[in-house]
């Protein structure tokens, strides 16, 4: 049996970390270039209600269904979970969310948040041609 080298786990981790390039670059240009940030708001996988983003002054929303109760506060862009009862409090220590595809997930509550942005402005991107 053949046992690894130390350049061998170098290269093995120099290979990993370069994987997660992409996914940084697409995450930051897909926020920067998209318009109307809104947030869906699914209670039993329906939606419960739509916030466009920002808002203009704190916002303090109340969700209560058959499984459980949960509070909202939405400031600027950013969106978290202060208070539930449900038994682990998970969904209030995942903290804020702000940018497009992040989610706060209550799943005792079934509640599930989004930030999703409806356009996207391409003018930034350039096309390489031969």
Request: glycine share 4%.
């Amino acid at each position: 049996m053949k046992i690894l080298k130390k350049m061998d786990c170098i290269i093995i981790v120099i290979l990993i970390i370069f994987s997660f390039i992409p996914h940084f670059i697409y995450s930051n240009v897909v926020s920067k270039n998209s318009k109307n940030l809104y947030a869906t708001i699914k209670v039993n996988g329906d939606v419960y209600t739509t916030i466009y983003l920002p808002v203009a002054s704190e916002k303090r929303l109340s969700i209560s269904t058959d499984h459980g109760n949960n509070t909202i506060i939405i400031n600027g862009n950013e969106i978290k979970i202060v208070d539930a009862d449900c038994k682990d409090k998970l969904c209030i220590k995942q903290g804020s969310i702000s940018k497009i595809g992040k989610t706060l997930i209550c799943l005792p509550n079934e509640l599930i948040i989004e930030i999703k942005g409806d356009e996207y402005d391409s003018s930034d991107d350039f096309i390489l041609s031969h």
